[in-house]
């Protein structure tokens, strides 16, 4: 995993190296900036050699509808490198964060290839390690505590009593009482925080191991378990009676409770020494061990590598969400629009002085902190083309062709026919246009009411639901 962090971050120091003279948009995010360079440059680099890779008619229709008036190549370069900034800045993160895992997990390796542990610092207390080892053709793990360098304590009798006291319950496992044992009893070297180590020895190894394993037996029987508390320098001995009905082990778990003795019995004769040094050989073969840690830094890095993907692919979707509410904004505000050309055209003005009043009051409002509209915006753009020189039937049909509603191709239409017949009946049609609009608008309302109504039986479903259930429960409890 380190070498392939290491050739993912090697990667972007030479993307960002090659990418530096690159100019980032002036309002992308601080953080982003570098990201920007490095996603310009390999969108100039791979837009010559494979032209199909950023090329989607449908995000090209979109990103000119919500752009209008502005060149085709600076738009797809500006959004491209959006996309590819954000999916290179997932990657990037999503690669420290898998790095980060992989230095975690092996920061908890205590075990050395030589099959020796390092012991931590009384300070520190016992760290618990799971280790494997591949024996001949059979492979198995084990859960095993690594118990500091000892010190003495001067309540060791103390605790002793303390813990004779609990014992029972602590060797008990899933068993209702030590009368009646029907599965393994929890005999471990320590329990809980105590630094109390327990040896265990069994009455009838045949019976019940060292352990707490139990073996089969046809009928019960009580087995005598001496047990041996020792901390530092203090011991204390006894015995407990147990009532066992043990189920029948297999031979491969008869080969593991074996070899976690011999486990047992070498940490045991290494308490006082800073190293453990597990068995090299059992039964006349070589044995080796490995510590098993919890490693997710691959599955950080697919997550990574999939985010960045789906980040890319999600991006079109939005803007096409986009375009669509561009749409509907549009839709909503033309009937507005049609009744102030009638009021402004029936006191007295031309077409053109009615759009540029129209557009001169947004503008003005905008300028005092008011919210922009995309109707409005397009006519600001025609009344700006009409003072560059362009035709008035030009503009007209421009401002249809970039509103792509049928109602704004519709008015452009009409406008751009009143040019060549004359305005005698301009007002009697725009009043016209205005009565469809608003006939129209009132249509889409109702039909966003249904809508609206339809989302919101799932929830009264689950509301009725509820008051049905505080009405019967109190109803049913007391017949």
């Not at 085709?72 to 590819?84: H, M």
């Not at 751009?416 to 608008?441: D, H, I, P, V, Y």
Request: hydrophobic fraction near 40%.
């Amino acid at each position: 995993m380190y070498w392939i962090a290491l050739a993912v971050l090697t990667g972007f120091l030479v993307l960002f190296l090659l990418a530096r003279k690159q100019e980032p948009p002036p309002d992308a995010a601080s953080l982003l900036k570098p990201f920007y360079k490095m996603a310009l440059f390999l969108y100039k680099k791979l837009i010559h050699r494979i032209p199909g890779l950023f090329s989607s008619p449908q995000v090209e229709r979109d990103l000119v509808s919500l752009h209008p008036g502005e060149a085709r190549e600076c738009l797809k370069t500006e959004y491209y490198g959006k996309k590819a900034a954000i999916c290179l800045a997932v990657l990037f993160v999503g690669t420290l964060f898998a790095a980060a895992a992989k230095f975690s997990a092996m920061d908890k390796v205590i075990l050395g290839e030589d099959g020796t542990v390092v012991r931590g610092s009384y300070r520190e207390g016992a760290r618990e390690i799971r280790i494997g080892t591949d024996f001949g053709q059979q492979q198995m793990d084990f859960q095993v505590e690594v118990e500091p360098k000892r010190l003495s304590a001067e309540e060791t009798e103390k605790m002793f009593d303390a813990f004779l006291d609990k014992l029972p319950d602590y060797v008990l496992g899933s068993n209702d009482s030590l009368q009646n044992v029907n599965s393994d009893l929890n005999l471990k070297e320590s329990y809980g925080d105590l630094p109390i180590s327990v040896q265990w020895e069994s009455g009838s190894p045949g019976r019940i191991s060292d352990s707490g394993q139990i073996f089969s037996l046809e009928e019960e029987e009580a087995v005598p378990i001496s047990f041996r508390l020792s901390y530092g320098e203090w011991e204390r001995s006894g015995e407990l009676l147990v009532v066992l009905r043990p189920p029948v082990p297999a031979q491969e778990e008869l080969l593991r409770m074996e070899l976690e003795e011999e486990l047992a019995r070498s940490q045991s004769g290494s308490l006082g020494q800073d190293e453990w040094k597990l068995p090299g050989q059992w039964r006349g073969e070589s044995i080796r061990w490995k510590q098993m840690v919890e490693d997710n830094s691959i599955i950080l890095l697919a997550v990574a590598v999939v985010t960045a993907v789906a980040v890319f692919l999600f991006l079109d979707r939005d803007l096409h969400e986009r375009l669509e509410k561009r749409k509907k904004i549009l839709r909503r505000e033309y009937p507005e629009i049609v009744h102030k050309l009638v009021l402004f055209v029936g006191a007295g003005l031309t077409i053109r002085g009615a759009l540029q009043k129209i557009a001169g009051d947004y503008e003005a409002g905008r300028m005092e902190g008011g919210r922009a509209s995309p109707a409005y915006e397009e006519l600001l753009y025609t009344c700006r083309e009409l003072r560059s020189g362009i035709s008035e039937g030009l503009a007209y049909e421009h401002f249809g062709k970039r509103a792509g509603l049928q109602e704004y191709i519709r008015l452009s239409a009409l406008l751009a026919q009143n040019l060549k017949r004359g305005n005698s009946t301009l007002l009697e049609r725009l009043r016209e246009e205005a009565e469809k609009s608003g006939q129209e608008r009132l249509q889409e309302s109702k039909k966003m009411g249904e809508e609206a109504g339809t989302k919101l039986l799932v929830p009264m479903v689950l509301m009725l639901a509820v008051v049905m259930a505080v009405i019967m429960i109190p109803a049913f409890s007391n017949m």
